[in-house]
């Protein structure tokens, strides 16, 4: 028997044994585009229909598919063949698939990555950390080396690559590449509605576990002090009617104002939380930080002389630790100015800039409008003295 007949005979079993009349009428039209050779409405077709298959994706592959996965477009083979391994549960019979496919679309970039970043979760999946490493590298070096736009490809790998930085406890590197993954998501369900993949959308619950690790994640990272960004992110929002973890978003806003005194309050909770707990010290350090950059950015250009003793008093250290604090602010170019030990002043110049909440953007509003008061009062100073010269 040929391989055409082969797979004539397969289509025609699996429509005999069909559930139910729509199913049936898709292995016909299945036959009907592989008899006339009309690939790309087989394509659209099949990322249609494996999807909903419960069971005989790997049959589906390697009965059909693999006659004609040739004249597929690259990228659209990669994605149906991560649609079938949802039915492998081995991460080794997985891998060995994913490898004969790479090898089948490796001069195809878009593909290519793809089919790495699927790669590098099977090695993630079967805890060899250095292969996942080594893959994920390879697609990162192939998405930045080339000019495809951003879309599926790169959100796959922000996804993998996040993954593997949580298992890995690098916690700034995945709260950005987590991010990163959630932009590419919202873009692609605004301007890639063609073919979402199911291995991009989520859940509920999904969105709301993306949200509890990103935000552990945020606050544990020690180069993190930016907090406006994911605090404006939908993807918190889910965690509103979390009752068991919702407290992390009020924990996320004392970071952002540098709230000791909200932190302190919120130790029933977050210190029931192990990387949270294990991390007090790191948490005390950079709250602290916080506060210095809040009391800063809370008063007006003009009035940025801090005393030691209020810096003391709102950053809860004691007054001969104010200098080391400032002097770590300064280092890591969270605010620039100088150091008077004499008057025990701090002149600060400038503090880094942030994405602000609500409540920042409200103050800087006031600071805005007290400066723009004193602008009006000095302009009429000056109109009023020029008015007097001139009829002198």
């Not at 790309?40 to 592959?61: A, C, N, W």
């Not at 699927?118 to 080339?146: D, G």
């Not at 806003?253 to 977050?270: C, H, M, P, Q």
Request: charged share 25%; with cysteine; proline share 2%.
């Amino acid at each position: 028997m040929s391989s055409k007949e082969s797979i004539i005979e397969y289509l025609q079993t699996q429509k005999n044994e069909a559930s139910d009349a729509e199913v049936a009428e898709t292995w016909t039209t299945f036959l009907h585009l592989y008899t006339h050779k009309l690939w790309h409405q087989l394509t659209v077709l099949l990322q249609e229909f494996i999807p909903k298959m419960h069971s005989g994706r790997v049959d589906l592959y390697k009965k059909f598919i693999t006659d004609f996965e040739h004249s597929l477009s690259p990228l659209s083979l990669v994605q149906m063949v991560l649609k079938v391994l949802d039915e492998i549960t081995d991460a080794l019979e997985a891998l060995s698939l994913l490898k004969s496919v790479l090898d089948k679309v490796k001069l195809h970039p878009e593909a290519k990555g793809l089919c790495l970043s699927a790669i590098a979760l099977c090695y993630l999946t079967n805890n060899e950390v250095t292969e996942c490493k080594e893959r994920l590298q390879e697609a990162q070096e192939l998405l930045e080396s080339s000019d495809m736009e951003v879309g599926q490809v790169h959100a796959f790998y922000y996804k993998i690559s996040s993954e593997y930085l949580r298992f890995t406890g690098q916690h700034a590197l995945y709260y950005k590449d987590t991010l990163r993954y959630l932009g590419c998501q919202t873009s692609m369900r605004l301007y890639d509605a063609e073919f979402p993949p199911e291995f991009i959308t989520t859940s509920i619950e999904a969105d709301r576990d993306h949200a509890y690790s990103l935000a552990i994640a945020a606050i544990i990272a020690e180069g993190v002090y930016n907090f406006g960004e994911i605090l404006l992110h939908p993807i918190l929002q889910t965690l509103k009617a979390d009752s068991e973890r919702v407290w992390i978003i009020d924990l996320l806003r004392a970071f952002n104002r540098g709230d000791i005194k909200r932190f302190e309050e919120l130790r029933g909770s977050w210190s029931t939380q192990s990387d949270l707990q294990s991390n007090e010290l790191i948490l005390q350090r950079k709250l602290r930080l916080l506060s210095l950059m809040e009391l800063t950015f809370q008063r007006q250009a003009t009035m940025r002389t801090l005393p030691f003793s209020l810096i003391s008093q709102t950053a809860h250290v004691p007054i001969d630790e104010v200098e080391q604090l400032v002097m770590k602010a300064f280092s890591l170019g969270l605010v620039r100015g100088d150091i008077d030990e004499v008057d025990k002043v701090v002149h600060i110049r400038w503090v880094q800039p942030r994405v602000l909440d609500l409540g920042q953007v409200k103050s800087m509003s006031h600071n805005i409008k007290v400066w723009s008061q004193k602008i009006i009062t000095a302009l009429d100073m000056l109109d009023n003295q020029v008015s007097h010269e001139l009829l002198v």
